[in-house]
Nanobody, 123 residues
Framework: HVQLVESGGGSAQAGGSLRLSCVAS????????MGWFRQTPGKEREGVAS???????TYADSVKGRFTISKDKVNNIAYLDMTNLKPEDTAMYYC??????????????????WGQGTQVTVS
């Protein structure tokens, strides 16, 4: 079992930047692949970015070229660097983890563990 704690959310102006962090802890935490998801009221949960066992990244079309996912393998921290933020990026952002494989996926059903979320508001 893995525990996930997100941080770094807050308010930003359009065109600004934020960095979200997700700290994974617990047994075998280094063997999990990480992903970021977001959800707004009245909409389904959207996969934003994920990273696989080889470090290959996958992004939603809506954030390509603006967001970057990375992982500190030593400290088991996943990051989501968000640049050129837009009002439509406003959402609750969730960190998620799955047993790490070479698969590339943004499907929330593939992820077993979830953080509590951190709010991002862009105006």
């Amino acid at each position: 079992h893995v525990q996930l704690v997100e941080s770094g959310g807050g308010s930003a102006q359009a065109g600004g930047s934020l960095r979200l962090s997700c700290v994974a802890s617990g047994p075998s935490s280094s063997n999990y692949c990480m992903g970021w998801f977001r959800q707004t009221p009245g909409k389904e949960r959207e996969g934003v970015a994920s990273i696989n066992k080889d470090g290959d990244t996958t992004y939603a079309d809506s954030v390509k070229g603006r967001f970057t996912i990375s992982k500190d393998k030593v400290n088991n921290i996943a990051y989501l660097d968000m640049t050129n933020l837009k009002p439509e990026d406003t959402a609750m952002y969730y960190c998620a983890a799955r047993w790490c494989t070479l698969a590339k996926t943004l499907h929330h059903t593939s992820f077993n563990y979830w953080g509590q979320g951190t709010q991002v508001t862009v105006s």
